[in-house]
Each structure stands twice: as structure tokens, then as C-alpha cells.
């Protein structure tokens, strides 16, 4: 299995307070990212990083932002929480993307809901 | 934005039948990856298709990109219990490689034995 961390696994917050998650691999792959999990949507993408400080957004990036000081971190940050962003949050990472039958590798997920 | 619908949404079938289930769009992609999740985890990787037409084998599951490479299907022989799970299609848009995949909306499988 893949070495990767989610933490926390899950967390109860308030509307309007900050959140972050963090996702941490032992991999040293290049791409990682932060997918939401919805009934009836799937899984959609938040935003991704293809190195060190560089960044990008996905599908349904708003009201999220994320860093990545270090290879191994990836970090998501609601900045002031809605209930509309109770979910299950799943980083994956892949070594890199530029290739189409690259793997991307799961985190076991972060549930998280907003009161 | 690209869509992914998967049919049925629910599947609950005996153990020993056979199934298939559907990956559809109106969008071209580049590949076609089936991951499968359980309770608790995250997705895991099964089979990644990239050729028009193709069609992989992985035990009792067979799995085919459609010629236009629009749609995909899963089939399983003669279902175990064990195959019990979410079962995911995730498209790569064509130019990019798998950092924008989409993800269909899941077809939950039970198995009964």
C-alpha cells in the first residue's frame, strides 16, 4: 500500500471557523491532490499540486485553498467552513500525471461536517 | 465540465450471477481507469483503458473502452461476495495526462451470498 496519511480522520466543526487538513506521503511522488466525495457526485477534484509551491485548481475549488511547503505535505484549508462543505475528503498522490495510464493512490479519507 | 454517468446507481445481486455495469459520456477521454472502494477507504486502481476498442481481463472482470472511447463497461463472472463494493469509472480528459481525471457517480454492488 501506498504511504499515505490523512489527518484528522474525522472532525465536527462550526459554520465560520477554519479548517485544515492534512494529507502526508512517504512515496516522494511529484502530484498530489484533494478530491471531496458526495453522494451522488463521485468524487470531485478540489485542487492538486505537481510540486513543491505549485499548485492548481480543480473542479470545485471555491472556498478552498491548500499549500505545499514540503514534498511529503499537502495541506487544505477551508477558511471559514460552510455546511455546504461537509463531506469526505480523500488526498491521492501519483508520481507523476504527464502519462495517462498513471495510478493514483488513495488516503484512507477525512470525514468531516460543519454545524 | 466533462460527465461520467454510471448505470445502475444500485445493484444488489445472488452470488454466482453474472453483471455488468455502464460508464457513459458525451466526451472523448484520453483513458478510462475502474477503481473500486470499500467502507472505510479510499478508492483502489483495477484496470486503466486507453485504446478505442480495448478490452482487459483481471479474473472474474472484464472490462472495455468503447470504440469511440466515450463509454466503458465492467462485467463480472459469476459475482462473489468479495466483489462487494463501489465500484468507480474516473475519465482523462484528452490533452491532459491523469491530474484532471473525472469521476462517474459510482455503482454501489452487494453480492449476496
Known amino acids: 500500500d501506498a504511504g499515505i496519511t490523512q489527518s484528522p480522520r474525522h472532525k465536527v466543526t462550526e459554520t465560520g471557523t477554519p479548517v485544515t487538513l492534512r494529507c502526508h506521503q512517504t512515496?516522494?511522488?511529484?502530484?498530489m491532490y484533494w478530491y471531496r466525495q458526495d453522494p451522488g457526485h463521485g468524487l470531485r477534484l478540489i485542487h492538486y499540486?505537481?510540486?513543491?509551491?505549485?499548485?492548481d485548481k480543480g473542479e470545485v475549488s471555491d472556498g478552498y485553498s491548500v499549500s505545499r511547503s514540503k514534498t511529503e505535505d499537502f495541506l487544505l484549508t477551508l477558511e471559514s467552513a460552510t455546511s455546504s462543505q461537509t463531506s469526505v475528503y480523500f488526498c491521492a498522490i501519483s508520481p507523476v500525471a504527464g502519462e495517462i495510464t498513471d495510478t493514483q493512490y488513495f488516503g484512507p479519507g477525512t470525514r468531516l461536517t460543519v454545524l | 465540465t466533462q460527465l461520467l454517468e454510471q448505470s445502475p446507481q444500485f445493484l444488489s445481486i445472488q452470488e454466482g450471477e453474472n453483471l455488468t455495469v455502464y460508464c457513459n459520456s458525451s466526451?472523448?477521454?484520453?483513458?478510462l481507469q475502474w477503481y473500486r472502494q470499500e467502507p472505510g477507504e479510499g478508492p483502489v486502481l483495477l484496470v486503466t483503458v486507453v485504446t478505442g476498442g480495448e478490452v482487459k481481463k483481471l479474473k472474474r472482470l472484464t472490462f472495455q473502452f468503447g470504440d469511440a472511447r466515450k463509454d466503458s463497461s465492467l462485467h463480472i463472472t459469476a459475482a462473489q461476495p468479495g466483489d462487494t463494493g463501489l465500484y468507480l469509472c474516473?475519465?482523462?480528459?484528452?490533452?491532459?495526462?491523469?491530474?484532471?481525471?473525472?469521476f462517474g457517480t459510482g455503482t454501489r454492488l452487494t453480492i449476496i451470498p
Open positions: 512515496e516522494n511522488h511529484r502530484y
Open positions: 474516473a475519465g482523462a480528459p484528452v490533452n491532459f495526462g491523469n491530474e484532471k481525471l473525472t
Open positions: 466526451s472523448v477521454f484520453s483513458s
Open positions: 499540486s505537481y510540486g513543491v509551491k505549485d499548485t
